[in-house]
């Protein structure tokens, strides 16, 4: 015998009356969906997270999605014929390679989510941080550590930059309106560069001008585990800090979490580290009582 759906109205129906909750806490909240190069690639998580974003909308949230695209740099860098050179382990973005990424990530890259959305029903609108002087950049300045003398030194990473002001008023109007922004971390500076910047901390900046209530980073990992590999459903940003120390949270997940913490600072309600592969990440995170993955939150007062 074949098998079949075993769901029913009375479950689908149950299902929703467990959700109701939940949308009514972030009905006309601010949500950033920091959309990870890690986590696009797979058609079908990629219409599943589309599903999310357009639902989120319907529910009454404002979604807004800041998306990256590393991997997807560096293959058209190769495809061109552009040799990337990197220090302290970031690439150096020359002038010809920060044509490349803004190409990458404003064009190609940043209209694909727009039309998986749009796919859905929804109506979003591709940005960057240049459109509605949203987003302004200054040059990063990077400290990299010599492994074999252990001196520090300066580095000069060419256009990349940091976000130096975010102008929120253009986000304010989509918010009120039918729109759904997709922000690639691409803006100007005041010397007229452009410059290319990292999208969880442009992601970060979004969220804080906005006081987003929920920050959700999309990875390629569950969230924070602790040291018997279980995940960590909810850190306070000293006990983030405790972890750090005592080495429970380390490797690439160090940054992932100082991130986070430097979003709580700029005004985020909460950040939250999920895996990006996981079906309906973003959903599960908000509209379920276990959620998705590791929220840090402020320290009580």
Same mark, same amino acid.
């Given at each position: 015998m074949a098998s079949r759906d075993i769901s029913t109205p009375a479950t689908e129906a149950a299902i929703l009356a467990d959700a109701l909750p939940y949308m009514q806490r972030y009905a006309g909240k601010t949500v950033v969906v920091k959309y990870g190069g890690h986590a696009m690639g797979d058609a079908a998580l990629g219409k599943a997270f589309a599903q999310d974003i357009a639902l989120l909308k319907q529910s009454g949230v404002n979604p807004v999605v800041v998306h990256g695209g590393g991997p997807q740099i560096g293959a058209m860098l190769d495809r061109m014929g552009i040799e990337s050179t990197f220090e302290g382990g970031l690439r150096v973005t020359d002038e010809k390679t920060v044509e490349i990424v803004e190409m990458v990530l404003a064009g190609s890259i940043n209209k694909e989510i727009v039309a998986l959305i749009n796919g859905q029903g929804a109506w979003a609108i591709g940005l960057c941080g240049k459109d509605g002087n949203l987003?302004?950049?200054e040059k990063a300045q990077k400290t990299v550590r010599d492994p074999d003398s252990n001196i520090e030194r300066v580095v000069d990473l060419g256009f990349v930059g940091e976000p130096a002001k975010v102008d929120r008023t253009l986000l304010d109007q989509l918010a009120t309106s039918?729109?759904?922004?997709? @922000?690639?971390?691409?803006?100007?500076?005041?010397?007229?560069?452009?410059?290319? @910047?990292?999208?969880?901390?442009?992601?970060g900046a979004?969220?804080?001008?906005?006081?987003? /209530?929920?920050?959700?980073?999309?990875?390629?990992?569950?969230?924070?585990?602790?040291?018997?590999?279980?995940?960590?459903?909810?850190?306070?940003?000293? /006990?983030?800090?405790?972890? @750090?120390?005592?080495?429970? @949270?380390?490797?690439?997940?160090?940054?992932?979490?100082?991130?986070?913490?430097?979003?709580?600072?700029?005004?985020v309600k909460g950040v939250v580290i999920l895996n990006g592969k996981t079906p309906h990440a973003v959903l599960l995170e908000l509209f379920t009582e276990h959620g998705a993955g590791t929220l840090i939150v402020h320290d009580p007062v």
């Amino acid at each position: 015998m074949a098998s079949r759906d075993i769901s029913t109205p009375a479950t689908e129906a149950a299902i929703l009356a467990d959700a109701l909750p939940y949308m009514q806490r972030y009905a006309g909240k601010t949500v950033v969906v920091k959309y990870g190069g890690h986590a696009m690639g797979d058609a079908a998580l990629g219409k599943a997270f589309a599903q999310d974003i357009a639902l989120l909308k319907q529910s009454g949230v404002n979604p807004v999605v800041v998306h990256g695209g590393g991997p997807q740099i560096g293959a058209m860098l190769d495809r061109m014929g552009i040799e990337s050179t990197f220090e302290g382990g970031l690439r150096v973005t020359d002038e010809k390679t920060v044509e490349i990424v803004e190409m990458v990530l404003a064009g190609s890259i940043n209209k694909e989510i727009v039309a998986l959305i749009n796919g859905q029903g929804a109506w979003a609108i591709g940005l960057c941080g240049k459109d509605g002087n949203l987003v302004f950049a200054e040059k990063a300045q990077k400290t990299v550590r010599d492994p074999d003398s252990n001196i520090e030194r300066v580095v000069d990473l060419g256009f990349v930059g940091e976000p130096a002001k975010v102008d929120r008023t253009l986000l304010d109007q989509l918010a009120t309106s039918r729109m759904i922004p997709v @922000i690639a971390p691409v803006a100007p500076g005041r010397d007229g560069h452009t410059y290319n @910047i990292n999208a969880d901390t442009f992601s970060g900046a979004i969220a804080g001008a906005v006081a987003a /209530q929920r920050l959700l980073f999309l990875t390629d990992v569950p969230g924070v585990l602790d040291k018997s590999g279980t995940l960590i459903k909810e850190l306070t940003v000293s /006990q983030a800090r405790g972890l @750090i120390e005592d080495g429970t @949270i380390s490797g690439g997940m160090i940054p992932k979490v100082e991130t986070c913490i430097a979003a709580l600072t700029r005004g985020v309600k909460g950040v939250v580290i999920l895996n990006g592969k996981t079906p309906h990440a973003v959903l599960l995170e908000l509209f379920t009582e276990h959620g998705a993955g590791t929220l840090i939150v402020h320290d009580p007062v």
